[in-house]
């Protein structure tokens, strides 16, 4: 268990959680969070891209995933509840074959069981590329 995660958590204690996981074999980096918003970072690269270069929709979907679930952790007391992502959806509008992508996730509804959060991913020249929404469910840890 990890201390409790608010929007005054250092961003270098926040990475640091994500040592290990799939957000840092992706090298998503969280840059900037807020009450209600967060925002990350990913490159486009080996890890992030498809056969031929191009930036995978999956990597974006897995980004937009993490800055939410980010954002309902925040929200929460995250030794009480844990967050599960149910939904996910997106519309990729664009591409990337290089640099680095810019997600940022708002709330949409902050409810008491789920959140709800739109997500846009734009490239280096601020060209959005994929646009999400992820609903997120609120459930009581069981003491694992």
């Known amino acids: 268990m990890f201390p409790k995660l608010t929007v005054n958590t250092p961003l270098a204690l926040i990475n640091q959680y994500v040592k290990d996981t799939m957000v840092e074999n992706l ?3 969280f840059t900037a969070l807020g009450n209600g918003w967060v925002e990350a970072t990913m490159p486009v690269d080996r890890r992030t891209s498809r056969p031929g270069g191009q930036l995978h929709g999956g990597a974006n979907l897995a980004l937009a995933e993490t ?4 954002g309902s952790m925040l929200s929460v007391d995250n030794n009480e509840f844990d967050i599960l992502g149910i939904q996910v959806s997106a519309n990729h509008t664009g591409g990337a074959y290089e640099g ?3 997600a940022r996730a708002e ?3 902050p409810g008491n069981q789920t959140h709800v959060w739109n997500i846009e991913i734009k490239n280096e020249a601020g060209k959005l590329i994929s646009t999400a929404r992820v609903t997120n469910m609120i459930v009581k840890r069981n003491g694992k």
């Open 107 to 109: 709330i949409v509804h």
């Open 27 to 29: 090298g998503i980096q």
């Open 67 to 70: 800055v939410a679930g980010l």
């Open 100 to 102: 680095i992508v810019y």
